[in-house]
């Protein structure tokens, strides 16, 4: 298949410009306030910490999420053109697939954190001390653009013999697999293995660092105390569940004709 069509949006839009501009200002909002996150911390010596150094890590995964797909939506909404070659769809499945592995395993990695921090404190500089921290995010990184690698390599074997038809937003993997009919034994084998090392062990080991955490939690005496634990974990808690949340809502719904419009709506809600 040397072009694929991408039709974003079921039916004919009728406030394409309205829809365009409310795009256009999420994407730019969140360019803005991430880029401003990064440079508070880089600028700010107190907070050159791991927790920190984790978020300016997350922040730059936020604004290639966005940047990986928000911008061709934007040429579609525009221009009205709807193709991309076979190298477009591709590059933009890598990049997407690379900055996803790389936020899943950051967010165990700062559940992880906030469970050294309160569960073994007298440990935390020892066990989180900047040169884990700066080896941890190099791993995390290095590991997500080899997997991807190997992901669309195997993926490239797939032949799509049905359609070149994407009922997506941009080139995902459920839309790309949908259309395919031959050569996805090796892609699913890679699959299997992406979601077990990216997906579920990060998910698990997430959960397991906050039952430990609750646990220490409730056992303190003082209820400032525990509220003052809690709060450092609320916010880290929120996005876990919003990103996971629809992401496996997503993928986990059976893709037909008459629940497409509602993929992706949650697809554009864990994406921007």
Same mark, same amino acid.
């Given at each position: 298949m ?19 501009? /409310? !795009?256009?200002l999420? @994407?730019?909002?969140? +360019?803005? =306030?991430?880029? %401003?996150i990064?440079?508070?911390?880089? *600028? ?8 920190y150094?984790?978020i300016?890590?997350l ?12 911008p ?18 591709y590059?933009?499945?890598y990049?997407?697939?690379?900055v ?6 950051? /967010? !165990?990695?700062?559940? @992880?954190?906030r469970? +050294?921090? =309160?569960?073994? %404190?007298?440990h935390?500089?020892?066990? *989180? ?17 080899f997997?991807a690698?190997?992901?669309v ?11 070149n038809?994407?009922?997506?937003f ?7 697999t949908?259309?395919s009919?031959?050569?996805?034994g ?7 293995i ?8 990060p998910?698990t ?9 609750f646990?220490?939690i409730?056992?303190?005496k003082?209820?400032?105390s ?12 929120t996005?876990i569940?919003?990103?996971?949340g629809t ?26």
């Open positions: 040397k072009y694929f069509f991408i039709l974003p949006f079921s039916g004919k839009l009728i406030n394409k410009p309205f829809i365009f501009i /409310l !795009f256009l999420i @994407y730019l909002a969140g +360019v803005l =306030i991430n880029s %401003s990064i440079t508070v911390i880089c *600028l700010e010596v107190r907070l050159h910490k791991p927790m150094l984790f300016c890590n922040s730059i995964v936020d604004i290639f999420y966005t940047s990986v797909t928000v061709k939506l934007l040429h579609m909404l525009l221009s009205g053109n709807h193709i991309v070659s076979s190298a477009q769809c590059t933009q499945f990049f997407f697939f690379t996803a592995a790389v936020e899943e395993t950051l /967010l !165990f990695v700062m559940a @992880y954190d469970y +050294v921090a =309160i569960c073994d %404190s007298l935390y500089h020892r066990i *989180l001390s900047r040169r884990n921290c700066i080896l941890i995010t190099i791993g995390i990184w290095v590991g997500a653009f997997s690698l190997l992901y390599t195997s993926a490239l074997y797939m032949t799509s013999c049905q359609s038809l994407i009922h997506q941009f080139c995902d993997i459920k839309s790309l949908r259309i009919c031959t050569g996805t090796i892609f699913f084998i890679i699959t299997a992406d979601i077990l090392f990216f997906a579920c062990i998910v080991c997430t959960f397991i660092s906050y039952i430990k955490i646990v220490v409730f056992k303190m003082s209820s400032e525990r509220w003052k634990a809690f709060s450092t974990c609320s916010s880290h808690l996005i569940s919003i990103y996971y992401c496996i809502t997503d993928y986990l719904i059976p893709t037909q004709s008459d629940v497409l419009d509602l993929i992706k709506m949650i697809c554009l809600l864990y994406s921007l």
